[in-house]
């Protein structure tokens, strides 16, 4: 039982009298009952503000924003395997629509696994690539609707999709793009430098590491821990009046 002041009770009676006809009088002077008298309601009808949250630190936000930069040169630090494996687990948990959670990573952990990679890549991206410690390739599953029975059980979401290679190709690239960028703000969360890359040939990616065509590549990001000394100034972004329209 919760106190509250005859104000806020002479309000819910007034609601929920509206709504049942048998809920008591919204009338207190019917129930003789005097302005200043504290009564005592059920919990029921009782509104609960949830608190609000805190901002993360400014060193989160500078390590994950502010202070973040796209690297290509890269100390031989190794990147430990489970460390691969809490980036994922907290990228999975960022939103998709009817979660369906299309993304799908390759990770490249050797010299022969990049060397695979070698003949797709643009000039420029080759010594990053070889250099860093992990080559992730970010990819999406264009069979992801096929998972929805298990993520999205309350309703038949795999018949949305099935047979509407249109709306697959949309939905799997929109939200494989979207994980990509949590796994990018994991990474960083979690201590690693990123190098996301788009400067590759898709399809030599797709005929090398997914030939039977259900996988596609979506942009490569380089991991490991990254030479500061070898970074150029920050490029500038646009303002908020530049970039945004607030209606």
Known sequence: MTNVSL?????????????????????PSAEGLQPTREINMPDVITAKVPPLKTP????????????????????????PMELLHQ??????????????????YVFLTTRNAKERLR???????IEKTMSAPV?????????????????????DARSWFAAKPALIEETAFRNGSLEGGYFILAARALGLDCGP???????KVNAEFF???KWKANFLCNLGYGDPSKLFPRNPRLSFEEACVVL
């Not at 797709?120 to 991206?125: C, R, T």
């Open 119 to 125: 003949s797709a890549l643009s000039p420029s991206n």
């Open 197 to 203: 890359m788009s400067g590759f040939d898709q399809a």
């Open 7 to 27: 104000s806020l009770r002479c309000s819910l009676l007034a609601v929920l009298s509206d709504l049942h006809p048998k809920f008591p009088s919204r009338n």
């Open 87 to 104: 980036i994922y687990q907290l990228a999975a948990l960022g939103p998709t629509s009817a979660n369906t959670t299309p993304a799908r």
């Open 135 to 155: 080559t992730v390739i970010v990819a999406y599953d264009t069979e992801f609707y096929e998972k929805l029975p298990k993520l999205f059980s309350h309703t």
């Open 56 to 79: 993360v630190s400014d060193d989160a936000l500078d390590q994950i924003f502010r202070e973040a930069r796209t690297h290509t040169a890269w100390s031989p630090q190794p990147v």
């Open 211 to 213: 030939p039977d065509g």
